[in-house]
Every structure is written in C-alpha cells, then in structure tokens.
C-alpha cells in the first residue's frame, strides 16, 4: 500500500504547478484524501482535501482562490496557481480511512496513508 504524489519543481513567483497522487496496492477512489505541506523548520500544513465522491472539496486559507483540488478515478490532482514564494514546501497527500469532517480534515494524524512528498519551490 503506497502513495505517490508528483509533479513539484521550480516555478516563478506568479507561476503555476499541478500536483498528482497516485496510489499502488488499493484503489484510491474510495477514500477521502488530503494534501498537506511542510516547510522547512514548519509545522505541516493542511492545504486541501477532496471526498471520495469529490463532491466536497475544502482549503486552508492560506491557498483558497489560487489552488484547485479534483479527482478522477485513479488519480488526485492539486492545481496551483498564482504561486507564491511561501507556497514552498515539501508536499504530501495522504489517504484517511474514515469520511473527513470539519473537525478532522485538517489534522494530520485523521490521515492514515501517507505519500513521500514532492517538493515545490517558488523562487525568481
């Protein structure tokens, strides 16, 4: 059971980036996932999270407006846009085996399957 999130780099100030999570060893379809980031000396962040229906999708606020959760059926996707250079951070997502709620979805330890990260860096 692993998770993969790619697709991170080297993006300008104003840029954008589009993240995907991937699983092997189960099907990720029916789980609720989150993406979370972590820069370095910084506590891990909630970022978004999407539904396994994908119908609810939620945002810290520090991305709303500018980052874009979505889903289909074998892929996770987090579209960035309007980076800034305090989006740079290692980026995860992880899978929660329970239906997330407004209590739980932004708390890191909800999540019980998580990715090795992909890191973004937002630089001139």
Known sequence: VQLQASGGG????GGSLRLSCTASGFALEYFDIGWFRQAPGKEREFVSSVSWTGG???????VKGRFTIS???TTVYLQMNSLK???TALYSCAVSTSAL?????????????WGQGTLVTVSS
């Open 56 to 62: 609810s999708t939620y945002y810290g606020d520090s």
């Open 101 to 113: 709620n407004p209590l739980s979805r932004e708390i890191p330890r909800t999540y019980k399957v």
């Open 85 to 87: 250079p305090e989006d």
């Open 71 to 73: 889903r289909d059926s």
């Open 10 to 13: 080297l993006v300008r100030p």
